[in-house]
């Protein structure tokens, strides 16, 4: 059972930064490929950056593109999530996920654990 817990979140204004981690335990054949993901109030939960288990290979959502950065460090068993020149619209609950996926992968239904998430709120 993979378990995963998110942490780095909070208010700022736009234009700032924030780094997330994700914080996993559990098999490694479950948390193959890693994620972050978000949902605002009333909206889909969206994909926004996926990594690979050696961590040579991403993929961003269009949205997030050049302004985030996931990683991972597998002996300490984390992913982060940089987050450059915040917007408001980048206000939303972030989850971290995994599953057992080769390729990385985009929706929800892919991924078999989740984080609780970790609020973002960006001010105008």
């Known amino acids: 059972q993979v378990q995963l817990v998110e942490s780095g979140g909070g208010l700022v204004e736009a234009g700032a930064s924030l780094r997330l981690s994700c914080a996993a335990s559990g098999p490694t054949f479950a948390r193959i490929t890693m ?23 991403t993929r961003y959502a269009n949205a997030v593109q050049g302004r985030f950065t996931v990683s991972r460090d597998n002996r ?12 408001p619209e980048d206000t939303a609950v972030y989850y971290c996920a995994s599953g057992g996926s080769p390729t990385i992968v985009t929706m929800t239904t892919d991924f078999s654990s989740w984080g609780h998430g970790t609020q973002v709120t960006v001010s105008s």
């Open 76 to 87: 300490e068993n984390t992913m982060a999530l940089q987050m450059n020149n915040l917007k």
């Open 35 to 57: 994620a972050w993901f978000r949902q605002a109030p009333g909206k889909e939960r969206e994909f926004l950056a996926g990594i690979n288990l050696a961590g040579t290979n």
